[in-house]
């Protein structure tokens, strides 16, 4: 080894910290998982009146441009809660077509696989450009077929990073205030997760399953999921 020599019994301390999502370590009720395997865990079902083209590969779910609306892959495992809900995704998007309500992609709660269409569910999305609102890729609550909700304030996320979102259902009763609670962050490591839910939201009567929310209606879209959490009563005890 040429150049400086080290001295004898010396030391470097190096600090790797890195910030994560508040449940890091934590022993909740839930299911997770990063996609690393060959095939999807099998209570994962695509919701659509469109085929599946959800693809698990390279240790990312891929979620392409897809027709129909609305479409979901969701989560059915038998016996956990379809009431209150939380789910924690880790996203990004390659591409995301200048096109209103149909370039969206993000996470579902209450999502009901036997409505017609198949799926309506509330929704916490990347879009772009809407019409008469931000302009640029944000983050927005969406009702399917009911109605937008409130987007996250001062947040422009961009192509090709990693964010994570948020979103949590307390029930669908809203006579007691918002039921909807919803943040997004920067998920490289160097941003801690908000200590305050970023939107508050009330919109009763969805029940059902949690999982992520895909494109509709042929609207150029593509991006990439590498973890999901999903936490609910009646789902095992994990970490």
């Known amino acids: 080894i ?3 020599q080290v001295l004898p019994n010396s030391q470097i301390v190096l600090d790797f910290f890195v910030e994560v999502p508040r449940d890091f370590g934590k022993t909740v009720h839930g299911f997770q998982d990063d996609f690393s395997g060959a095939v999807r865990d099998p209570n994962w079902v695509s919701v659509s009146v469109d085929q ?28 956990y809660s379809t009431d209150i809900q939380e789910v924690l995704v880790r996203m990004r998007f390659k591409t995301l077509a200048v096109s209103g ?5 993000g996470v579902a709660v209450g999502a ?43 947040f422009a996320p961009q192509f090709n990073t990693w964010y994570w979102l948020r979103l949590r259902q307390s029930g669908s009763d809203t006579t007691a205030g918002p039921n909807l609670f919803a943040k997004a962050w920067l998920a490289d490591g160097t ?5 305050d839910w970023q939107l508050t939201w009330a919109q009763g009567g969805r029940t059902g399953f949690a999982g992520i929310k895909g494109p509709s209606e042929g609207a150029e879209t593509d991006a990439e999921v590498d973890y999901i959490l999903i936490k609910a009563e009646g789902l095992p005890s994990i970490q």
Not at 101 to 105: D, E, F, H, Q, S
Not at 122 to 139: D, K, R
């Open 191 to 195: 941003e801690s997760e908000p200590a």
């Open 52 to 79: 599946d083209l959800y693809v698990q590969t390279d240790g990312v779910l891929k979620i392409p441009t897809m027709f129909g609306n609305p479409n979901h892959l969701l989560y059915q495992a038998p016996g």
């Open 101 to 105: 309500a149909n370039a969206i992609v």
């Open 2 to 4: 040429y150049g400086n």
């Open 112 to 154: 009901n696989p036997n409505t017609a269409p198949p799926g309506f569910a509330i929704n916490l999305v990347f879009l772009n450009t809407f019409p008469g609102g931000v302009v640029g890729p944000h983050v927005k609550i969406l009702n399917d077929f009911v109605a937008w909700g409130p987007e996250v304030p001062n």
